[in-house]
Structure formats: C-alpha cells, structure tokens
C-alpha cells in the first residue's frame, strides 16, 4: 500500500499545470478507472479476506463548476482467502454528489453516494464517502486520484465494508 501511495503522490507531482487553459468547465464529464480495493472491519481480520485488484466508471454533471451529480460503479476482481481460494467479488452501482474546489487546473473533491451493491452473490444496499483530485493532462483530460470508503450493510453476519483506491482518466466535456 506504501507503494501505491508514493506512486501516485509521484505522479500527481510529476504532470505540469497550465492553469489558466487546463481550468476543468462545468458540463458532462466520463471517467474510467483501475485500482486496488481492501477489505476493512472484522471481516478483514478473521475470515482472511485480502486485497483485489478493480475498476470503476463513472459521469457526471457539473451545473456549476464547484458541485457534480453523477454515477458510479464499480467491481472488485476476487480476491483470494488465507487458504489461497478465491471467494469475494464485490459489483456497485451508485448515484453521488460531489463538491469540488479549483486549484490552479487542479480539482480536488469531496465525493459521497449511496446506492445497490452485490457481494458474495447478495444484494444490499450501501454507501461510500470519498476524496480525490483531477490532475490536468491536456484540456478537458484529466487524471482522476481517488480514494473511497464504502459502507456496505451486514449481510449473514459478513462485514463486506471496504476502501478502495483508483487512478484513471477523465474526459470533460465542457458547454
């Protein structure tokens, strides 16, 4: 995990800034992204569940530039157990809102949603709550670092909460 940290610290360090022609515009944005998710809670102690590997995709509307409303989903490839057999697949699918702050071309947020979640083959409900910055690339794109906590509800006595941490590309698509 200290890894992963570093590198996208370093690479959120590494892409210039041009701000005034970089500067994100309010309008419809699509995102893809890849990452890494990790099991929280008691679960992630005592059943043995570990990390995966995972994507997520999302749009959204900015109607002004400071606030987004969007979609979000997301799947966690399985993970492995102690015992080296694979058993957690995590699928979602939630609306969000998020508030967003101008720095330079940079664009920080604050990200939460709630909405349907699938682990283990059963349905529940769940939110997350996350933070994350755009680094500009070239206008309109964008590369998204995030970070989100998701909540999700006990299902037979499992805890299936967990965080997960992407890095991927943004297109806006400003009016």
Same mark, same amino acid.
């Given at each position: 995990?200290?890894?992963?940290?570093?590198? #996208? +610290?370093?690479?959120a360090?590494? +892409?210039?800034?041009?701000?005034?022609?970089?500067? @994100?515009?309010?309008? /419809?944005?699509?995102?893809?992204?890849? !990452?890494?998710?990790?099991?929280?809670?008691? =679960?992630?102690?005592?059943?043995?569940?570990?990390?995966?590997?995972?994507?997520?995709l999302?749009?959204? *509307?900015s109607?002004?530039?400071? /606030?987004?409303? $969007?979609?979000?989903?997301? *799947?966690?490839? @399985?993970?492995?157990?102690?015992? $080296?057999? /694979?058993?957690?697949?995590?699928? *979602?699918?939630?609306?969000?809102?998020?508030?967003?702050?101008? #720095?330079?071309?940079?664009? @920080?947020? #604050?990200?939460?949603?709630?909405?349907?979640?699938?682990?283990?083959?059963?349905?529940?409900? $769940?939110?997350?709550? $996350?933070? !994350?910055?755009?680094?500009?690339?070239?206008?309109?794109? /964008? %590369?998204?670092?995030?970070?989100? *906590?998701?909540?999700?509800?006990?299902?037979? =006595?499992?805890? @299936?909460?967990? %965080?997960?941490?992407?890095?991927?590309?943004?297109?806006?698509?400003?009016?």
């Amino acid at each position: 995990m200290k890894t992963l940290s570093a590198f #996208l +610290v370093g690479l959120a360090l590494a +892409v210039s800034t041009q701000a005034a022609e970089l500067q @994100p515009r309010a309008g /419809f944005a699509v995102s893809g992204s890849f !990452g890494v998710n990790a099991p929280t809670g008691e =679960e992630a102690h005592f059943s043995g569940r570990r990390s995966g590997a995972g994507f997520s995709l999302a749009g959204d *509307y900015s109607p002004r530039r400071w /606030f987004s409303l $969007g979609v979000a989903s997301g *799947y966690s490839a @399985p993970a492995t157990d102690s015992s $080296g057999e /694979f058993h957690d697949t995590t699928v *979602y699918l939630a609306g969000f809102a998020q508030l967003n702050a101008h #720095l330079g071309g940079w664009r @920080p947020f #604050l990200q939460t949603g709630v909405g349907h979640y699938k682990f283990r083959s059963n349905d529940t409900s $769940g939110a997350f709550a $996350g933070l !994350g910055i755009e680094v500009p690339v070239a206008r309109d794109w /964008f %590369v998204p670092l995030t970070v989100r *906590y998701h909540q999700v509800r006990t299902i037979h =006595e499992q805890d @299936p909460d967990f %965080v997960e941490w992407r890095i991927g590309i943004t297109r806006r698509l400003g009016h």
